[in-house]
Each structure stands twice: as C-alpha cells, then as structure tokens.
C-alpha cells in the first residue's frame, strides 16, 4: 500500500518515513518545508508543497495511488500557538479541512492523524484516559481537538477511516543517528538537557521546583519516537481491517520529573549537567501520564523502548553527531 506522509520531513514524520520503507512500503512526503529538514527525508520522493493546496494534494493522491495518509503537518509550539492563534487555526485547522477535502474527491479513506495530550487541558485524574474531558488550555490543543471533532464527523458523515494518536511527550532519536530532533527554537526539555551536556548551552533550567509531585519538578510521560512510529503502523493495519474512528492516547503509564530526567541524563552521558532552578512556565501542568489500556486492546501496542536510559542514549548520539557536523 503506498502511504502519503504530511510533514515527513519533521521530526516524528521523518522517523515515520524510514520505518515505513523499512516496512517494505511506498512512500510519498508531502511538506513546506517551513520547520521541516529536506535531508530527514531520504529514500522517499518529496513534494515541497502545501497541505492545504486541494487540487495539489488530489493530484498527488491519484498521481501515487495512495492507498492511506498520515498527517503529521502541523505547527506545535505551544507558546507561539497562545500569542497567534490565528496562525495555529489556519495552519493546524483550516488546511487539515482542505486536506480531507482532498482525500473525499480522490476517494482515499484512511487517515491517521497526529494528535496531543493537549487536547484534555489541565488534567483531573492520572494516568488520563481517552474517557477524560478534553478541554484544551491553549490553542495548540484547541487545534488539533478541532481536527479530531472533524475527522469524528466524516466518518459519520461520508465514512472516513481514522486514527487520532493523543502523543504524551515525543522524546529520542532513530537509533543509528541518521535523525532527531532539530526544531528552532528548541523548547523541549530532553534535547534542551543534552545541548547542556554538549557545551551547546551553559546549563538548562528547571521550570518550576514547587509542584505537588514527589520532587517539587514536573511529572511528563516520556515515549520513544520509534515506539509512538509502530503505533502508527499498527494503526495503518487497524484501519486496513476496516477500523472506523478511534482516538488513542500514546505514553507508557510511567512518569519522569524534570530533576529525574537530568539526573538520568548525566548518568549516561558521564558529565554532570547544569542545571539552574527558574520560575514555573506559564500553562505547565504538574503531570500528565498516559492510560495506555486502550493503544494496548486496539493496537496491541506497547513500548518497548521507551525507557529513559534508552531515550536519553538515542537522543545523545544525535546530539554528539550534531555538534560534530
Ligand atoms: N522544562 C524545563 N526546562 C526546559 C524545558 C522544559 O524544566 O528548558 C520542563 C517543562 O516545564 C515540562 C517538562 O520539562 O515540565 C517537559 O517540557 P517539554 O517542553 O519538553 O514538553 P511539554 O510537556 O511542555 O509539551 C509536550 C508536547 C506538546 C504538548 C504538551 C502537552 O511537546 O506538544 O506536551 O501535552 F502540547
């Protein structure tokens, strides 16, 4: 089956590219470019366009006989999503209606979609499960809730097939050093901790050491990109044996605070990293865990390497290869 990937050229997308072709699958990247890397593809052709141009992505569509997309191309700063919104609701929503436009006139019927633990807003429970109301805190996970409420109703409307995949927090590298994360400017906080050990950075700062969690840092669920990879080939499979609509969260049921996600970075990189206590960051919650009963009765998914030790090893060798080129 050959598979259009949206946004492949970026971070997840990329890894997503490589496990497809070494799944034995033809793929086609559609991206602008705009926060993408055009040599995170290989192997794949590339079409530098726009996923909201309808009659390109039709055209592509028919051209490539694609069978299924996964949409990966959106904007995903949390920060820049609250001081414009209204960039994050015509990149993020507007283009992903003319997307499924797109997909309804050339009859490809499959989509999974690329979603966020920001959909549920401030957390009430943990592990948070899908059943757990989702009301977003900022636009970024306004966004991506109002493509899950569209692809809800095509497939009540029309029969769209499709996945959302409620990512936690997408951390590590492919294993062989060929990818990883680039974007500008980094804000995530692993990469953030290993540009400290690098010499890159002076040191990293800790947002916040007053919250209710057991070391006063905040609690995320850290899971491999290539673990959250396998879940979309599991979804691929799932829509292909005639799965309707689903939205499944992706985490590991295990959190890490910030203090424990540095100290397991020193332990293997060897370098003691600084680090420098700051206030809170406006909008973070004290955690979000992942329920991860549902990707694991559906999907049959579970990581596998989604541990902080591996995470932080595939994460340094992309950032050593990085300071070397
Ligand atoms: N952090 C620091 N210092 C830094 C960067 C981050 O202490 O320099 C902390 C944050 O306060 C947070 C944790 O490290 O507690 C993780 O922060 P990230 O920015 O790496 O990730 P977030 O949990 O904020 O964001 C992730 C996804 C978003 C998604 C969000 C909510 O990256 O796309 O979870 O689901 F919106």
């Given at each position: 089956m050959n598979?259009?990937?949206t946004g492949g050229a970026g971070y997840i997308g990329s890894h997503m590219v490589k496990m497809l072709l070494a799944h034995g699958r033809n793929v086609t990247v559609l991206d602008d470019l705009s926060t993408g890397h055009r040599d995170a593809v290989a192997g794949a052709r590339l079409v530098e366009g726009d996923i909201g141009d309808e009659a390109l992505v039709a055209q592509l569509l028919a051209a490539e006989a694609i069978g299924a997309l996964i949409h990966f191309a959106a904007f995903?700063?949390?920060?820049?999503?609250?001081?414009?919104?209204?960039?994050?609701?015509?990149?993020?929503?507007?283009?992903a209606e003319a997307l499924l436009r797109a997909m309804r006139a050339a009859k490809v019927d499959r989509l999974v979609h690329s979603s966020t633990a920001a959909v549920y807003g401030e957390?009430?429970?943990?592990?948070?499960?899908?059943?757990?109301?989702?009301?977003p805190v900022n636009p970024y996970g306004a966004t991506k809730l109002a493509v899950e409420r569209m692809l809800e109703a095509a497939h009540a409307d029309y029969g769209l097939h499709?996945?959302?995949?409620?990512?936690?927090?997408?951390?590590?590298?492919?294993?062989?050093?060929?990818?990883?994360e680039r974007h500008d400017p980094e804000t995530h906080l692993i990469p953030l901790v290993l540009q400290a050990a690098s010499g890159r950075r002076k040191s990293v700062q800790v947002f916040g050491g007053d919250f209710a969690t057991r070391d006063g840092t905040c609690v995320r669920d850290y899971v491999h990109v290539n673990d959250l990879c396998e879940a979309h080939l599991r979804a691929l499979d799932w829509l292909a044996g005639g799965g309707g609509r689903e939205a499944i969260n992706l985490g590991t049921e295990h959190g890490a605070t910030v203090l424990e996600v540095i100290e397991a970075a020193c332990r293997e990189t060897g370098i003691d990293i600084?680090?420098?206590?700051?206030?809170?960051?406006?909008?973070?919650?004290?955690?979000?865990?992942?329920s991860t009963a549902r990707a694991e009765r559906i999907l049959g998914w579970r990581p596998t390497r989604s541990d902080l030790p591996t995470i932080i090893r595939d994460a340094w060798?992309?950032?050593r290869r990085s300071v070397a080129s």
């Open positions: 598979v259009l990937v995903s700063l949390v920060a820049e999503s609250v001081a414009d919104p209204e960039k994050y609701r015509r990149n993020n929503v507007v283009k957390p009430q429970y943990q592990p948070i499960d899908e059943a757990h109301p989702a009301q499709s996945v959302s995949l409620r990512y936690f927090n997408a951390a590590g590298a492919d294993p062989e050093g060929r990818l990883g600084p680090k420098v206590m700051a206030p809170r960051r406006p909008g973070d919650p004290a955690a979000l865990v992942a060798r992309w950032e």
